[in-house]
T-cell receptor
Framework: GAGVSQSPRYKVAKRGQDVALRCDPISGHVSLFWYQQALGQGPEFLTYFQNEAQLDKSGLPSDRFFAERPEGSVSTLKIQRTQQEDSAVYLC?????????????FGPGTRLLVL | DQQVKQNSPSLSVQEGRISILNCDYTNSMFDYFLWYKKYPAEGPTFLIS?????DKNEDGRFTVFLNKSAKHLSLHIVPSQPGDSAVYFC???????????FGTGTRLTVIP
């Protein structure tokens, strides 16, 4: 079956531009996560959905970051008024719900470069 | 504050020898640990995990060891193969939490 897909794979934005990053999780996976991976760092948690409910957004770095999953499947991460420090790889992961967040399946990521 | 640390950014090993990747954590509430492998331009892929009720988990060439008192885990790959060359991330979670905490990764190079 298909894995997690993300689009676009690469995005170049001018500072101040708004961007939207899309994630298509594995079919049937109710849990969806967004992570930000800066250069040379590990992924850092941004936000978590269970179905369409955003249950945790504690990792979003500012109110310029907004995520949604209106129908409980596809999710969009929107960054408004992008800044250079937003440059990173944005990873989406999905999983079946369980006691532990084991086996999160990751997409290939969207590499965002803000000039 | 980095709760999961991988202090070796890189490791080179001869093909056929053992690779040992190390990871330390600070949060004693973590009770589940995972290793992910990442190739360039791909997302991390799950490799192996261990619950805090165990001290060892083995899957083929891969074994993870957990030392809870030292807050340390390690991944052993025996024998190492050139296809194992990748970045390896250690991650940790706790029951009831929603997210994984990742280390900064170790780049493993297996030399043919």
């Amino acid at each position: 079956g298909a894995g997690v897909s993300q689009s676009p794979r690469y995005k170049v934005a001018k500072r101040g531009q708004d961007v939207a990053l899309r994630c298509d999780p594995i079919s049937g996976h109710v849990s969806l996560f967004w992570y930000q991976q800066a250069l040379g760092q590990g992924p850092e948690f941004l936000t978590y959905f269970q179905n369409e409910a955003q249950l945790d957004k504690s990792g979003l770095p500012s109110d310029r970051f907004f995520a949604e999953r209106p129908e409980g499947s596809v999710s969009t991460l929107k960054i408004q008024r992008t800044q250079q420090e937003d440059s990173a790889v944005y990873l989406c992961a999905s999983s079946l719900p369980g006691a532990h967040q084991e086996t999160q399946y990751f997409g290939p990521g969207t590499r965002l470069l803000v000039l | 504050d980095q709760q999961v640390k991988q202090n070796s950014p890189s490791l080179s090993v001869q093909e056929g020898r053992i690779s040992i990747l190390n990871c330390d954590y600070t949060n004693s509430m973590f009770d589940y640990f995972l290793w992910y492998k990442k190739y360039p331009a791909e997302g991390p892929t799950f490799l192996i995990s261990i619950s805090s009720i165990k001290d060892k988990n083995e899957d083929g060439r891969f074994t993870v060891f957990l030392n809870k008192s030292a807050k340390h885990l390690s991944l052993h790959i025996v024998p190492s193969q050139p296809g194992d060359s990748a970045v390896y991330f250690c991650a940790a979670s706790q029951t009831g939490a929603n997210n994984l905490f990742f280390g900064t990764g170790t780049r493993l190079t297996v030399i043919p």
